[in-house]
């Protein structure tokens, strides 16, 4: 171990250990990084539920085209297979390693600095383009609302989608800004009345429930292809992206860890009450939905709930309400998964993965680069997608969204079955009820689903591919820019620098060096 400077609070000293450099910082550096603690069991479960809902109202119908009704609904059971999986191992290396870089912090304990960076840039590709695409779809339903809001036009040379969009990363990352106990608040109101607002979807559609309509799409040339399964078995495999997004994002709540009051106790149970509501949710609009709208409608639908609802009985008010309310499904989602990629950027900035400007706090301990600097980067995505194709902007970067978190689901769950191998006797608050078998299911499921874009569209393979490319650049950047200038105090880190001071304690204890003789002892002159 080379070290060198002072290593008081105002920082200084260089280390290495393994292929990367720490530097030590100082106290300083992490006052100025300090985030509050605010979020009890409850809140963790609404921001779980908020993270997700909005997939609930948008794109998962999408799996009806790529699958039809019976590969759509077999992809669906996989998909809550494999989150249930995810949130028993996220919880249980949350609870022992209660950090705000969740999945990137577990990654990095188990898996070292590369495979910890890794699973950090699945998790910022994950979330951020999650909130692209939750943009698109909310700038839909607005241009779905009578006049004035169907006639809105352009400003300037910029279109109505792209607009809004920007409207409301606008209001929704200044939220963010503000504070955690504005972004918890928010979230919990509105996913509640996004939550009451499916079930009374779902009560009064099923009235016009009628099997019939699952099967109205025709059967493709495939050899294999049914009315049940229309594109073929290879139906199932392209279905898996939309049924993961009845659920993208409940893994997600590790990432308050430093803002939870009890982490250990609250993320576990907080976790696992959202994905269990969540699963309600998702079975409630794929029945629904599918027997009173039909797999042909939804199959092509931006706006599946109202949609349903224009089909049975026209715009009427219940069409309006559903429309209206149905927005704050998606608000709940898009403010929500902006604290969650902010505080994913924060801890990778903290920890000297990536510029260490973006993890400052101001005023509010809130970061406000890692809010804002993604959030307009994503605008440019939305502006990109919708000039190449306005139809399939929001499916195309679901795909994008979609594939970096399967990339980071299936390293976190290589880095608990290492946990638990190497070490056992880390104090887990909680334990995953289905241990490795659990994780090694969850993990094969994933990585099943990571091709299943390539089986989409040409577009979706291109978006794939590109996303494949911003990785490895981030990796590239990894190599030769910010393993040479990693923090040692990051919580995420620390245990690392800790680890090998004490492997070479042990070592000197082991094999001390041999004193000089003392002046005049026997055997000198």
Known sequence: MEASGPRGDRGGGVERVGGVEYEHV???????????????????MLLGIGYVISGEYFSWNFGFDAGGWGGFLIAAVLMAI????????????????????????????????????????????????????ISVAIAFYILDLPSPFEDLGKLWFIEPIEW??????GIFMYLNWRGVSAVFGVVA???????????????????????????????????????????????????????????????????????????????PRG?????????????????????????????AESNPIPA????????????????VVGLTGLIASF????????RQIFALSRAGYIPRILSRTGRNKTPTLAIFIPGMLMWGVVIIYNRIDETAAIANITQISVFGALIFYILSMIAFIVLRMREPNLERAYRSPVGVPGAVVTGLLAAVALGSGFNYTTAAQWTILATIGLILLGLLYFALVSRHRLVAEAPEEEFAVIERAEAELESDLAHPEPREPAPGAPGTT
Do not use: C
């Open 335 to 342: 403010h929500s998964i902006i604290f969650a990629y902010s």
């Open 26 to 44: 100082g106290r300083e550096y992490l006052e100025e990084r300090a985030l509050t603690r605010h979020a009890g069991v409850w809140l963790i």
């Open 271 to 299: 976790s696992l009450y959202a994905m269990t509501i969540l699963l309600v949710l998702s079975a409630l609009v794929f029945f629904v939905g599918g027997g009173a709208g039909g797999a042909s409608l939804l199959a």
């Open 82 to 133: 494999m989150y249930y999986g995810l949130v028993f191992a996220m919880s249980e290396m949350a609870s022992a390693l209660p950090h705000s870089g969740g999945p990137y912090a577990f990654a990095r304990r188990a898996l070292g600095p590369w495979g910890g960076f890794a699973t950090g840039l699945g998790v910022t590709v994950a979330y951020t383009m999650a909130t692209a695409t």
């Open 189 to 267: 109101a509105v996913t509640i009345v996004a939550m009451i607002t499916l079930v009374v979807w779902g009560v009064v559609m099923v009235f016009d429930w009628n099997s019939s309509n699952f099967s109205n799409i025709p059967a493709g040339d495939e050899g294999n292809a049914t009315s049940a399964f229309p594109s073929g078995i290879s139906g199932i495999w392209a279905a898996l992206p939309f049924a993961a997004w009845f659920y993208l994002a409940i893994e997600a709540t590790p990432l308050a860890s430093e803002e939870a009051k009890d982490p250990k106790r609250d993320l």
């Open 308 to 323: 349903v609802v224009e089909s049975v009985y026209g715009k009427n008010f219940f069409f309006w309400l559903v429309t």
């Open 164 to 169: 809004i969009s920007l409207v409301f990363f």
